[in-house]
Nanobody, 124 residues
Framework: QVELVESGGGSVQAGGSLRLSCAASGRTFSAHAMGWFRQAPGKERELVAA????????YYKDSVKGRFTISRDNAKNTVYLQMNSLKSEDTAVYYCASSRYFRPGLPPAEYDYWGQGTQVTVSS
């Protein structure tokens, strides 16, 4: 069992930055790949970024490449999403999730545990 708790969301103007954190409980965190998803009103949940269990592999959605950075600290059981140059279209609820697998574009159904989400609002 893994419990995930996100933090760091908020409201920011376009061009600004936010850093999301996801703290995990459970001893198996370091064995799981982690992903950040987002869901805007009326839209499907989409994978924004993912990272392998040891951080050696990362994946980014095309629209966030060069602006977002995913990282993890297994000693702290925490995964991060640094978001720079934010745009209004980044507005969504952001969720972290864990999976036994790391594969680019892995769908939500392959993620086993989810956080409760944190709201990110970018105003133009």
């Amino acid at each position: 069992q893994v419990e995930l708790v996100e933090s760091g969301g908020g409201s920011v103007q376009a061009g600004g930055s936010l850093r999301l954190s996801c703290a995990a409980s459970g001893r198996t965190f370091s064995a799981h790949a982690m992903g950040w998803f987002r869901q805007a009103p009326g839209k499907e949940r989409e994978l924004v970024a993912a990272i392998s269990w040891n951080g050696a592999g990362t994946y980014y959605k095309d629209s966030v490449k060069g602006r977002f950075t995913i990282s993890r600290d297994n000693a702290k059981n925490t995964v991060y999403l640094q978001m720079n140059s934010l745009k209004s279209e980044d507005t969504a609820v952001y969720y972290c999730a864990s999976s036994r697998y790391f594969r680019p574009g892995l769908p939500p159904a392959e993620y086993d545990y989810w956080g409760q989400g944190t709201q990110v609002t970018v105003s133009s």
